[in-house]
T-cell receptor, first 109, second 112 residues
């Protein structure tokens, strides 16, 4: 079965500090990985997907198949980055997403 | 701005009553989904539908039912058989298999 684990429920860093939100997955095939973000009073929205290999709002994430990880990183955190972050996996050929438990990121001024 | 509309936003019901949550999308998306969000557990898939008149159970379908009579609508009924119905429910849609999934704003259901 597929599984996504986000080991940190809460993460707090200071503005300007680097931030890394961890995501590990369990899946035997070739997954598609995503990061979704939910800002306060807004709907859940896609932040980035690994196949795009892009940087959104300064965030990047690299798929490491050897470590089965897809950690989200940003070199300099900003206060507006405070939100709930979910890592998600789409099994090969499937439409559904399997989500992790989420990490609440708080950026302190 | 259109997109995916869920209603009502907040709903209170007495234990033992069935309740239906509405989800409408004007994005012409083929696929629609219902997720349940509980604190500390992330999002869990209840049901999904790839096309009209077709739907499949997700990971936690027990106590729920859906219908997909129209492309733009995917209502979720929370039945009295659902043991812990109090939760935040999210509807989502995507254009086609493999495409980005977009979410509605959610509906809070409280059963007392």
């Amino acid at each position: 079965a597929q599984r996504v684990t986000q080991p940190e429920k809460l993460l707090s860093v200071f503005k300007g500090a680097p931030v890394e939100l961890k995501c590990n997955y369990s899946y035997s095939g070739s997954p598609e990985l995503f990061w979704y973000v939910q800002y306060s009073r807004q709907r859940l929205q896609l932040l980035l997907r690994h196949i795009s290999r892009e940087s959104i709002k300064g965030f990047t994430a690299d798929l490491n198949k050897g470590e089965t990880s897809f950690h989200l990183k940003k070199p300099f955190a900003q206060e507006e980055d405070s939100a709930m972050y979910y890592c998600a996996l789409r099994p090969q050929g499937a439409q559904k997403l399997v989500f992790g438990q989420g990490t609440r990121l708080t950026i302190n001024p | 701005d259109g997109g995916i509309t869920q209603s009502p936003k907040y709903l209170f019901r007495k234990e033992g009553q069935n309740v239906t949550l509405s989800c409408e999308q004007n994005l012409n998306h083929d696929a629609m989904y219902w997720y349940r969000q509980d604190p500390g557990q992330g999002l869990r898939l209840i049901y999904y539908s790839q096309i009209v008149n077709d739907f499949q159970k997700g990971d936690i379908a027990e106590g729920y039912s859906v219908s997909r009579e129209k492309k733009e609508s995917f209502p979720l009924t929370v039945t009295s058989a659902q043991k812990n119905p109090t939760a935040f429910y999210l509807c989502a849609s995507s254009p086609a298999p493999g495409n980005t999934i977009y979410f509605g704003e959610g509906s809070w259901l409280t059963v007392v």
